[in-house]
Nanobody, 124 residues
């Protein structure tokens, strides 16, 4: 079992930045591919970014390329999402996820473990 806990969400103005983090405990963090998903009110959960166990390669949804950067520190059992140039449409609950065998990076069904989420609100 892996337990995941997100933190670092908050309220920011358009164009601002946030850096949510995901702390993992339980089994060896470095074994897992990690990902960020988000869910806005009334919408389905969607893929944001993923990072393999070694840190490369990384994968991004088209709508965050050039603005968001995913990273991980296997010594600290923590994953990060640096979010820059935030837009109101980025407002959502952001979830971290972990999985061993990931047939499809952007499919939430590929991941075994989930955190409870952290809310990011971008005001216009």
């Amino acid at each position: 079992q892996v337990q995941l806990a997100e933190s670092g969400g908050g309220l920011v103005q358009t164009g601002g930045s946030l850096r949510p983090s995901c702390a993992a405990s339980g089994r060896t963090f470095s074994w897992y591919t990690m990902a960020w998903f988000r869910q806005a009110p009334g919408k389905e959960r969607e893929f944001v970014a993923a990072i393999t166990y070694s840190g490369t390669p990384t994968y991004y949804a088209d709508f965050v390329k050039g603005r968001f950067t995913i990273s991980r520190d296997n010594r600290e059992n923590t994953m990060y999402l640096q979010m820059n140039n935030l837009k109101p449409e980025d407002t959502a609950v952001y979830y971290c996820a972990a999985g061993n065998i990931i047939p499809t990076m952007n499919n939430p069904d590929s991941y075994n473990y989930w955190g409870k989420g952290t809310l990011v609100t971008v005001s216009s």
